[in-house]
């Protein structure tokens, strides 16, 4: 059974960091990326690795986050400084694997002003 699980979401205040991790399990997975969900918003991507580890990110979080895998462990990172009041969302894990697209069910991630 295709697992992802995210963790690390929490409440913060505004300038101040989380780290969220993405386990996977079930399969191996080419892309990886991070998506979030704002209350009556569109899920829209956050940032994506290849399976070599190249990332891209939103024009938002560019220079704020960064993400990262660790192959080995199926895992994979959202580094998130500076956050401000509008990273607040549900903050999902997406996998790509060789059957399809896999998400986890989210982390909630508050940053209060």
């Known amino acids: 059974q295709v697992q992802l699980v995210e963790s690390g979401g929490g409440l913060v205040q505004a300038g101040g960091s989380l780290r969220l991790s993405c386990a996977a399990s079930g399969s191996s997975f080419n892309a990886m990326g991070w998506y979030r969900q704002a209350p009556g918003k569109q899920r829209e991507l956050v940032a994506r690795i290849s399976a070599g580890g190249i990332g891209n990110y939103a024009d938002s979080v560019k220079d704020r986050f960064t993400i990262s895998r660790d192959n080995g462990k199926n895992t994979v990172y959202l580094q998130m400084n500076s956050l401000k009041p509008e990273d607040t969302a549900v903050y999902y894990c997406?996998?790509?694997?060789?059957?399809?697209?896999?998400w986890g069910l989210g982390t909630q991630v508050t940053v209060s002003s």
């Open positions: 997406q996998g790509e694997a060789r059957d399809g697209t896999y």
